[in-house]
C-alpha cells in the first residue's frame, strides 16, 4: 500500500512538473529569442541612424566608420548598402559580401520595411536608412545566435535542476506519506493476523501515528476482538458446564440400569439389555456434541508438524480394531509431509475418518490412508473399499445428525469439517476407484 501511495504522489508531482515546467521553458525560450531579435534590430537601427548622417545629410563618414567599428567590437558583422545598392562600407567579416546580404537588402529597398532572418548560425537584420518611401541605402547587421541559445540552454538547465529538485523533495515527501498511512495498517493487519490465528488476547495498538480513520479501525477492532473473546469464553465455559451436567447422571443412570440388569432374569433382562444399548447411544451422542461444541468453541494456534508421521501413527493406534474386525489397514506416505495445523487437530480429524471407515467396511476390506504432496497444500486421504455413499449423501455428510449409512450419530464428519475449517484446511468426500469412499484433506503448508 505504502509503494502505491508514494507511487501515485510521486507521479502527480511529476505531471504537475511536467505541465509548470515545460510550458515556463517554452515561453522563456520565446521571450529569450525575441528578446534577441529586438536588441539585433535595434543595434541595425543604429548602424541606420549613422548611415544616414553620410548618405542623406553628405555629412562626413566619421559616425557611420565608427558604428561599423562598433559593431565589429561586438563581434558583429555589419555593411552599409548605398541607393542603388552599391556597397558603401563593411566590416572585416567576409560574410557581409554574401549575396544573400545583397539580397535581404534588395528586398528591403524595395520597400519591405525591417527585416530580420536566420542565416544558419546568425540572426541577420538589414533596415532602410532614411524613410521607407525615400530610403537612400541599406543597413545589415549579423550577430550569432550562441549567447541566445546558451542562455536558452542554461534556462533549461536551471528548470531541470528545479524539476529534479522538486521531484526529489515530492519523492522523500511520498515515501514518508506512504509510510505515515501504511504503517499503521500494517500494525494493525500483523494484530488481525495473530487473533486469526488464535491468540484472543491480542489488541492492536490505538495511539499509532497515523490517520484518525486508521486509529478509530483500531479502536473498533479492540472493541469486536474483547468481544469475541468473551464470546469464546462464555461457549468455552458453557461447555465444561453442560459436559459435567450431562456426564454425571448418564453414568449414575449407566449404573443403575447394569445393576438391575445383573440381578433381572427373563423378558425384564432383554427389556434392560435394550434400554443399557439406547443408554449407550445417548452416551455417544452427547460425547459427539460435546466434541462438536468443544471444536467450535476451539480457535487454534496453528504450528508445524508432520502429516506423514501422524497418519502412520494413526494407523498403528487402529490397526489391532481393524484387526478384529477383519479389515486390513494400511498407510502409504512416501516423504515427508509438513502441514501448518493447531496441535491434535489433524489426530482428532483422522481418528474420526479412520473410525468411520471401519464402521462402513465390511470384513475383509481394507483402508488405506496416504499423505502426498502437492505444489501448494498437502493431502492426506482416507481410501475405503466399502459400499460407498450416494452422491446426495455426501454433500450433507458434513451437516450435523446428517444421516449415516453406518448407524453412528452423524456427528464425526462435522467434526472433521470444523476442525478443518479452523485450520484454513479443506475436507471433501470422493468416491474410490473400483468402488468405496474417499475422504480428502487438504491441509496448508508452512510455506
Not at 502426498?372 to 497444500?377: A, G, I, K, N, Y
Not at 449409512?405 to 470422493?430: C, D, K, P, W
Amino acid at each position: 500500500m505504502s509503494r502505491r501511495i508514494a507511487l501515485v504522489t510521486v507521479g502527480l508531482v511529476a505531471a504537475l512538473l511536467l505541465l509548470a515546467v515545460v510550458p515556463l521553458g517554452f515561453s522563456l525560450t520565446s521571450n529569450e529569442r525575441a528578446d534577441f531579435q529586438y536588441q539585433v534590430l535595434s543595434s541595425a537601427d543604429q548602424l541606420s541612424a549613422r548611415a544616414e548622417e553620410y548618405l542623406a545629410d553628405h555629412d562626413p563618414r566619421t559616425a557611420m566608420d565608427s558604428a561599423l567599428s562598433e559593431a565589429a567590437g561586438r563581434g558583429d558583422c555589419a555593411a552599409v548598402y548605398g541607393k542603388a545598392l552599391e556597397l558603401v562600407a563593411k566590416t572585416p567579416c567576409a560574410t557581409a559580401t554574401d549575396a544573400s546580404w545583397a539580397a535581404i537588402a534588395a528586398r528591403v529597398r524595395s520597400g519591405s520595411g525591417e527585416i530580420s532572418t536566420r542565416d544558419g548560425d546568425w540572426l541577420l537584420a538589414a533596415v532602410p536608412v532614411g524613410d521607407d518611401g525615400n530610403a537612400s541605402g541599406v543597413a545589415v547587421l549579423a550577430r550569432t545566435a550562441d549567447p541566445m541559445t546558451d542562455r536558452i540552454v542554461e534556462v533549461w538547465a536551471w528548470l531541470a535542476l528545479t524539476g529534479i529538485i522538486v521531484l526529489a523533495a515530492g519523492v522523500l515527501f511520498a515515501l514518508w506519506l506512504g509510510r505515515w498511512v501504511a504503517r499503521p495498517l500494517t500494525v494493525l493487519g500483523a494484530s488481525a493476523a495473530r487473533f486469526g490465528g488464535g491468540a484472543l488476547e491480542t489488541r492492536a495498538p490505538t495511539t499509532t501515528a497515523g490517520p484518525n480513520e486508521v486509529r478509530e479501525l483500531s479502536t473498533a477492532f479492540n472493541r469486536m476482538a474483547e468481544r469475541i473473546q468473551s464470546l469464546v469464553g462464555s461457549h468455552r465455559e458453557w461447555v465444561a458446564d453442560v459436559s459435567h451436567q450431562l456426564r454425571t447422571p448418564l453414568t449414575a443412570l449407566r449404573l443403575r440400569v447394569d445393576v438391575l440388569t445383573e440381578e433381572s432374569e427373563g423378558e425384564t433382562a432383554e427389556e434392560l439389555a435394550g434400554l443399557q444399548l439406547e443408554l449407550a447411544r445417548l452416551g455417544s451422542l452427547v460425547d459427539g456434541l460435546l466434541t462438536v461444541a468443544r471444536a467450535e468453541a476451539s480457535v487454534p494456534r496453528p504450528e508445524t508438524v508432520r502429516a506423514d508421521e501422524i497418519a502412520v501413527d494413526r494407523v498403528a493406534a487402529w490397526e489391532p480394531v481393524a484387526r478384529e474386525r477383519g479389515v486390513r489397514l494400511d498407510a502409504s506416505c512416501k516423504r515427508a509431509a509438513e502441514v501448518l495445523l493447531g496441535p491434535g487437530d489433524l489426530e482428532q480429524m483422522l481418528d474420526n475418518l479412520i473410525a468411520n471407515a471401519l464402521d462402513s467396511v465390511p470384513e475383509g476390506g481394507a483402508i488405506e490412508v496416504g499423505a502426498t504432496v502437492t505444489d501448494e497444500r498437502v493431502e492426506v486421504r482416507v481410501a475405503d473399499d466399502g459400499p460407498g455413499m450416494p452422491a446426495q449423501a455426501r454433500e450433507n455428510a458434513f451437516r450435523r445428525f446428517g444421516q449415516s449409512s453406518t448407524g453412528g450419530n452423524g456427528l464425526g464428519l462435522a467434526i472433521v469439517h470444523r476442525l478443518a475449517a479452523a485450520n484454513g484446511a479443506e475436507v471433501a468426500l470422493e468416491e474410490t476407484p473400483g468402488g468405496g469412499l474417499t475422504a480428502v484433506l487438504r491441509l496448508p503448508t508452512p510455506r
